[in-house]
C-alpha cells in the first residue's frame, strides 16, 4: 500500500508543480471565464433579461445564473489541457517510463486524473473568489456542498481528456482535436442559456443539451452552490466518467488499444 500511496504522491505532487511554474496556464484558465463573466454576460442579460430557473425558483441576474457554467468550462479545459501533457509526456518518453511502472495501469491514470482534478478545482475556488469580490454570490454553505460535485465532475471532464489522449497521436494534433471537442461541449449545453430556453427555439439543441454530459456537470454545480442535490444529474455525470475512463484504460492498454497503433 505505501508503494501507491507513494506513487500517488509523486504523480499528484508533479502536476502541482507543473500548474505552479506554468502561471501562464493559471492565469488563462482565469482569463477566459472572467471575460465571459464580464464581458460577454452584459450582453447575454441584455438579449435575456433576467432567467427563472430552479434550482432558484426566483428571478436571478443572469451573472448568477451563468457562474456555474463558467466553473465548468474551468473544468473543461484544464480536463483538455491535462490530455495535452499526456500527448507531450508521450512524445518525451516521460509516459512510457510511467506505465512501465510495476502498479496497475489503471492506478497510474487514475493518479493523473486526481491531480488534473486537484488543479481544477484549486483554479474554481479562485475563480468564485474573484465572483465574490464582485458581488455575485451563492450561499455561504454551497461553498462548501459543491466540492463533491466538483470532484465527480473534475473527474468526469479529466477522465474524457485521457480518452482523447489515447487518440491523438501527435501534438500538433492536438489543437484541432480539442476544439471539435470543447466548443460543442460548452455551447450545447446549459452552461450559458437554460434548458427551457433552449426548447423554444430549437427542440433538437434542447435534447441535444439534455444529454450533454458537460451540461448535467454544470447542473450538479450549480444545484450544488444553492445547496440542492440534483441525483439525475449526479447519476448521468457519474455513468459518464466510468464509462470515459474505463474507455480510457482500454486505449492505454498496449495490447488492446490505441497504444499498440502507435507502438
Do not use: H
Not at 65 to 75: E, F, R
Amino acid at each position: 500500500m505505501i508503494y501507491y500511496w507513494r506513487a500517488m504522491m509523486g504523480i499528484v505532487g508533479r502536476e502541482l508543480s507543473r500548474f505552479v511554474t506554468q502561471r501562464e496556464r493559471f492565469i488563462s484558465a482565469l482569463v477566459r471565464p472572467l471575460i465571459w463573466l464580464f464581458v460577454f454576460a452584459a450582453g447575454f442579460r441584455a438579449a435575456l433579461g433576467l432567467a427563472i430557473t430552479p434550482p432558484y425558483e426566483t428571478y436571478i441576474l443572469y451573472e448568477v445564473y451563468i457562474t456555474p457554467g463558467l466553473i465548468g468550462m474551468i473544468q473543461l479545459f484544464n480536463g483538455m489541457q491535462s490530455s495535452l501533457s499526456m500527448v507531450y509526456d508521450r512524445e518525451m518518453g516521460s509516459m512510457r517510463i510511467l506505465l512501465v511502472s510495476p502498479l496497475p495501469r489503471w492506478f497510474l491514470l487514475l493518479s493523473k486524473l486526481l491531480a488534473g482534478t486537484g488543479v481544477s478545482i484549486l483554479q474554481a475556488y479562485i475563480f468564485l473568489a474573484i465572483a465574490w469580490g464582485y458581488d455575485i454570490r451563492a450561499p455561504l454553505e454551497g461553498y462548501l456542498w459543491v466540492i463533491f460535485p466538483l470532484i465527480l465532475s473534475g473527474l468526469m471532464l479529466g477522465a474524457l481528456g485521457l480518452l482523447l489522449s489515447s487518440f491523438i497521436k501527435q501534438l500538433e494534433n492536438f489543437a484541432g482535436v480539442m476544439n471539435f471537442v470543447i466548443f460543442p461541449l460548452f455551447f450545447m449545453s446549459t452552461a450559458l442559456y437554460p434548458l427551457w430556453k433552449m426548447k423554444e427555439s430549437s427542440e433538437f439543441l434542447y435534447l441535444l443539451a439534455q444529454y450533454n454530459p458537460f451540461s448535467q456537470a454544470v447542473e450538479l454545480i450549480r444545484f450544488a452552490l444553492y445547496g440542492q442535490f440534483n441525483s439525475f444529474a449526479f447519476t448521468y455525470t457519474a455513468g459518464a466518467f466510468v464509462i470515459f475512463m474505463a474507455a480510457a484504460i482500454v486505449g492505454y492498454n498496449p495490447s488492446k488499444g490505441m497504444m499498440t497503433r502507435k507502438g
